[in-house]
C-alpha cells in the first residue's frame, strides 16, 4: 500500500511553495473545511481544545454497530492528530457524548432518518441522533472539524443541525472490467463514509468478467472470472462492513447485453450459439441473453433466487444498457418470436424482457433498478430509473410517477473536472427545454444520483486517485441544501477532505509518486523525478471517450504510464489558467504576475533537465515530445508574459500562435493533454 509519506515526497522546493501559494490564496477560513456542507451551521465562540483525555462516550441508547463506530472513531482522532488518546491521561477531559434515541432498521433502508445534531462547546461536543445511522454521519462531521490551531488540535464551537437533501447519494464501482480486490471495495466504503454517501451500487457482471460465486451455476465465476471473484462470505463480509459505515449496497446483474461472461460457461443463455470466450476488448459487444427461451426466464429465477438472498438491500439493479441487439436480429428463431407476439423492434423485445425480469425481481420480494433503457411505455410503475445518456431521462421519469437517481454528469471515469461534476444536479434537467416544471410532487420522484466509476483505464493502484476527491465534491452536490453551489468554495475545501481520504488508505488528489519512481527505472539517482513531476503536475488524462480513440487497449494493457498516475484534474494547471484570466482581464495583482512568471520559467527550463531521465526508461520514453511542447507552450506564455508588462503592441502572429498552441493541447501520443495550453493561449489573447 502506498503510504501518504512517499505519496507526498520528493516534491522540488521550488514546487512545494508555487503549489502551497496556489492552494492557500483565496481561502477564507470562516467555515471550517466541512465536505458536504451541513444543512445548518452556527458558530460559536471558543474551541475545545483536544489532548490525550479526550473520549467519546455513548450514552443511552447503544447497539453493536454504535460501540464500533465509537471504537473507530477514537482510532481516527489518534491518528488525524498523533496524539495517543486515553480516557485516563491527564487534560481537559474534553468529551464527546454520543445520544441516540433508538435502533435503526434491520436493514438499512431508503429513506431512513439520517439527521443529526452536534452541539460543541469548549467542554463537551453533544452527538444526538434519533437512530445510530444519523450518529455515523455526525461522527464524520466532527472529524472534519478537528484542526490544527495555535493552541493545539482542537474543535472549533459550533452548533449544527444536519440531514441530507437526497436520500440516494451511491457510487457506482464497475468491478467487471477491472477486477477490483476486496482492499479496495472496503477503502472506496470508507471514503464514502467520509463523505456521508449511503449507497454502494456493485457492479459485479460485465462482457469482461462474472464477479460473484454462485453455487447454483458455478460455471459462471469458474469459467467467466479468471478466477477472480468474489466469493458469498466475502460479499456478506462487505454487506455488514458497509453497513457498519451507514452504507446500503445494490448489486448489478446486467443483462440482456453485456453478458458475455456469463456465456463462457452457460452458452445456452445468449442469442448465438457461441462458444463464448471472455471479452478482453472496451466497448459494446453483441451477445446478449435470448429473451424468447423460457429456459432463459428458468435460469434467471434460480439465479435471481440464489443473488437476492446474498443482498439483503430492497433494491436490485439488473441493468439493461447498451443492448445492440445484432445478436437478436441474426437469430431467426427469436425473428419468428418476434413476428408471433407483435414484437415491432429490438426496443419492445427488450421491454418484454425486462418486463419477465421485473416480475422474477418482485417475486424475489425486491423493487427493480435499472439504467434509463429499461424506462418504456410499460414499464412497471416501481421500477427505479438510473439516468446515465442525459439528465432528461431523469426528468421524463419523473414526470410520468417514476423514481429515479442521476449518474449523467457524474461520469468519474471521463475525467472531467471536479466543478462540473459538482454543478450537475438531479433537479437541473427539470427545468431544461421549455418542458413544464416538475411539481413538487413529481420531484420528490427523484432520490438522488451516483457517482459512477467505469474501469477500462481503472486498476486497483489508480481506482483510489481518480475515484476521490472528485466523489467528494460530487457527495456534496446530493447531500448539502441545493443552493449550496459556489465552486471556488468547493475547490478551497476539497484538499482537506482529500488529506482525510489519505488517511483512510485513499492515495488521491495529486500525482502518484511511487508511480513515477517505478517508471523512470532501477537508477538510484532520484534526481529526476523532481522534473518529471514538474510535468506529471500540468497534464491531465483524456476527457470522454477520447482515450480509446487514440489507441487499442484491452484487459491485458498495462495502466502505468504517466497517463495513469496522474489526478483526473491539474490543480496547478486550474490555478494558472486563473492567474492568467486575472491578468487577462487586468484584475491581477503584481504576485500574480510574479507568479504566473515563476510557473512559466519552471515549464521552460524543466525539457532540459529531464530529457536525461526520458530516454532511459522506455516507460518514460514516450514523454519527450510531451516535454519539449511544455518548454515551448511556456516560452510562448513568457513572450506573452513581457509583451503585457510592457505595455507591448499586440502579436501581429497572435492567430499563428494561438494554432500553435492548440496543436501543442493534445492528447499526444503519451495520452496527454498540456494544461499549460488553455492559460498561455489566455495571456496571448491579452490586450
Ligand atoms: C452505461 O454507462 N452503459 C450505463
Request: negative net charge.
Amino acid at each position: 500500500m502506498v503510504s501518504s509519506s512517499v505519496y507526498r515526497r520528493l516534491l522540488p522546493i521550488c514546487v512545494v511553495a508555487l503549489a502551497w501559494a496556489t492552494h492557500t490564496s483565496g481561502q477564507a477560513q470562516s467555515l471550517p473545511a466541512l465536505m458536504p456542507l451541513p444543512a445548518h451551521l452556527d458558530p460559536r465562540s471558543g474551541q475545545m481544545l483536544l489532548d490525550g483525555s479526550f473520549d467519546a462516550t455513548i450514552d443511552g441508547f447503544s447497539e453493536p454497530r454504535l460501540e464500533r463506530a465509537r471504537t473507530r472513531f477514537m482510532a481516527r482522532m489518534v491518528q488525524q492528530t498523533g496524539i495517543p488518546m486515553v480516557g485516563s491521561a491527564p487534560g481537559t477531559h474534553a468529551r464527546l457524548v454520543i445520544r441516540v434515541a433508538g435502533p435503526s432498521q434491520p436493514v438499512q433502508a431508503l429513506g431512513e432518518d439520517e439527521a443529526y445534531r452536534l452541539d460543541v462547546t469548549p467542554q463537551r461536543a453533544t452527538l444526538s441522533a434519533g437512530t445510530p445511522l444519523g450518529a455515523l454521519h455526525g461522527l464524520q462531521t466532527f472529524l472534519q472539524l478537528v484542526t490544527a490551531t495555535p493552541q493545539g488540535f482542537a474543535v472549533p464551537a459550533v452548533s449544527i443541525a444536519d440531514q441530507p437533501r437526497f436520500p440516494w447519494r451511491g457510487l457506482m464501482l464497475d468491478t467487471g472490467r477491472h477486477f477490483m480486490p476486496l482492499e479496495q471495495v472496503r477503502q472506496t466504503i470508507d471514503g464514502m463514509e467520509a463523505v456521508k454517501l449511503n449507497v454502494f451500487h456493485w457492479h459485479l457482471s460485465e462482457d469482461q468478467g462474472f464477479r460473484v460465486e454462485s453455487k447454483q451455476f458455478p460455471l459462471l465465476q469458474g469459467k467467466g472470472s479468471d478466477g477472480l471473484f468474489y466469493t458469498q462470505d466475502q460479499v456478506r463480509e462487505t454487506v455488514a462492513y458497509a453497513r457498519d459505515r451507514g452504507i446500503r449496497v445494490i448489486p448489478e446483474f446486467d443483462m440482456p447485453g453485456h453478458t458475455t461472461a456469463w456465456f463462457v460457461g452457460y452458452p445456452e443463455l445468449a442469442s448465438a450459439p457461441g462458444p463464448y470466450q471472455i471479452e478482453r476488448r472496451w466497448g459494446v459487444f453483441d451477445p446478449a441473453m435470448d429473451p424468447s427461451r423460457e429456459e432463459t426466464y428458468q435460469f434467471l429465477d434460480t439465479f435471481l433466487g440464489e443473488m437476492t438472498a446474498l443482498f439483503p438491500d430492497a433494491y436490485f439493479h439488473v441493468g439493461g444498457d447498451e443492448c445492440n441487439g445484432k445478436q437478436w436480429d441474426a437469430n431467426p428463431r427469436i425473428q419468428a418470436f418476434m413476428r408471433a407476439h407483435g414484437i415491432k423492434d429490438n426496443a419492445a423485445l427488450q421491454a418484454r424482457f425486462t418486463a419477465r425480469v421485473q416480475q422474477l425481481v418482485t417475486r424475489h420480494g425486491k423493487q427493480m433498478v435499472g439504467w434509463d433503457e429499461v424506462l418504456q411505455p410499460d414499464t412497471p410503475h416501481d421500477v427505479v430509473i438510473q439516468s446515465w445518456r442525459g439528465p432528461e431521462s431523469l426528468a421524463e421519469a419523473a414526470r410520468r410517477g417514476y423514481r429515479g437517481i442521476l449518474s449523467s454528469g457524474y461520469y468519474i471515469d471521463l475525467n472531467q473536472s471536479a466543478g462540473e461534476h459538482y454543478l450537475a444536479d438531479p433537479l437541473n434537467a427539470t427545468e431544461a427545454k421549455g418542458a413544464p416544471p416538475l411539481t413538487p410532487a413529481q420531484e420528490a420522484n427523484i432520490l438522488g444520483g451516483e457517482t459512477t466509476m467505469w474501469t477500462e483505464f481503472i486498476t486497483p493502484e489508480i481506482l483510489a486517485n481518480r475515484v476521490w476527491p472528485r466523489s467528494a465534491a460530487i457527495a456534496e452536490r446530493l447531500w448539502s441544501p441545493r443552493d449550496v453551489r459556489d465552486v471556488p468554495s468547493m475547490y478551497a475545501r476539497l484538499p482537506r477532505i482529500s488529506h482525510e481520504l489519505e488517511y483512510l488508505g485513499l492515495p488521491n488528489g495529486g500525482v502518484r509518486i511511487d508511480m513515477l519512481e517505478r517508471m523512470r527505472g532501477g537508477s538510484t539517482d532520484s534526481t529526476g523525478v523532481p522534473h518529471l513531476l514538474v510535468l506529471a503536475q500540468v497534464v491531465q488524462p483524456p476527457r470522454d471517450y477520447q482515450r480509446g480513440e487514440l489507441k487499442t487497449y484491452d484487459q491485458f494493457t498495462p495502466l502505468n504510464r504517466l497517463v495513469d498516475a496522474i489526478p483526473a484534474e491539474s490543480d496547478v494547471a486550474r490555478e494558472f489558467t486563473a492567474l492568467a484570466g486575472r491578468i487577462h482581464d487586468g484584475s491581477a495583482s503584481a504576485a500574480d504576475h510574479a507568479e504566473a512568471r515563476r510557473w512559466l520559467v519552471l515549464w521552460q527550463g524543466n525539457d532540459a533537465a529531464l530529457a536525461p531521465l526520458l530516454s532511459a526508461s522506455a516507460a518514460t520514453a514516450e514523454l519527450g515530445p510531451t516535454s519539449r511542447n511544455l518548454a515551448r507552450t511556456a516560452a510562448i506564455g513568457l513572450t506573452a508574459l513581457d509583451r503585457i508588462e510592457q505595455h507591448g503592441p499586440a502579436d501581429a502572429r497572435q492567430q499563428e500562435v494561438l494554432a500553435e498552441l492548440k496543436s501543442m493541447a493534445g492528447p499526444d501520443q503519451s495520452a496527454l493533454r498540456n494544461m499549460a495550453v488553455p492559460g498561455v493561449s489566455l495571456l496571448v489573447e491579452t490586450r
